[in-house]
């Protein structure tokens, strides 16, 4: 069981940056695969980024390619996303979700969401242009 909580969220104006962090509770936080996602008005859920137990392989949607970068403390349990150059676009609430646990901290994390077992509560961020 992980239990995951996001801070973060906001308002920002475009262009701006923002870092949202998500803090996990449980055992053996690197056996699990992180992702964000987000899910704006009337749009599905989506995968925004992943990161593998030990934080070396990564994936992201092509729309924030450049621009977002996952990133996890397993010393701390965390994992974060810092979000540069937004856009109204970006607009959603994003959420941070466990997959897992895994038999290898090495797996490449996932973009299917019916994959991750654990979700956040969710965290807004509002891009104003």
């Known amino acids: 069981q992980v239990q995951l909580v996001e801070s973060g969220g906001g308002w920002v104006q475009a262009g701006g940056s923002r870092r949202l962090s998500c803090a996990a509770a449980?055992?053996?936080?690197?056996?699990?695969?992180m992702g964000w996602f987000r899910q704006g008005p009337g749009k599905e859920r989506e995968l925004v980024a992943a990161v593998s137990g030990n934080g070396v392989t990564t994936r992201y949607a092509d729309s924030v390619k450049g621009r977002f970068t996952i990133s996890r403390n397993n010393a701390k349990n965390t994992v974060d996303l810092q979000m540069n150059s937004l856009k109204p676009e970006d607009t959603a609430v994003y959420y941070c979700a466990a997959d897992g646990p895994k038999y290898s901290t090495t797996y490449r994390p996932t973009n299917e969401r019916a994959q991750y077992d654990y979700w956040g509560q969710g965290t807004q961020v509002t891009v104003s242009s």
């Open positions: 449980g055992r053996a936080f690197s056996n699990y695969n």
